[in-house]
């Protein structure tokens, strides 16, 4: 996709939701739809959906994440091939204490190609529940 057909993140300003109705979608909705292959579904989303948006330094994922209602993103340590990130918010506390099925693979495939075009390098994302501290722990692997 070409820079001048990508989406301005400030144009994620103009959308307004509180997030039940999407959490519905997504929890109830998209994993009937998907079936069995809705986890690599959802990473495959993410990865199309930050290709979709101008993103150019690691302020805007950071930025992305809260304007998504995803949560607060924080960068905690980078390595030589490796980025970790935690993710938290209230937002994250009210999808893993929920009776919904909730998973951070959309997320994930956000993250590995919002990664991927700022570093310019191919890049893969995993991702940790902790349901003790309410906490997602995302690791971004990199090649040079």
Known sequence: MSKENKVAIS???ELNTNGAGYDVLRYVGLPELLGNEADALLYFMGRNIARKLDIAEMDDILNCFDKLGWGKLELV???KNQMVFHLMSDAVV???KSELNTEFRLEAGFLAEAIQSIQNMECECTEEINTRIYQVQFNVYYSK
Do not use: E, I, M, T
């Open 94 to 96: 009210y999808r893993l």
């Open 77 to 79: 340590k980078q390595k």
């Open 11 to 13: 144009q994620l300003d």
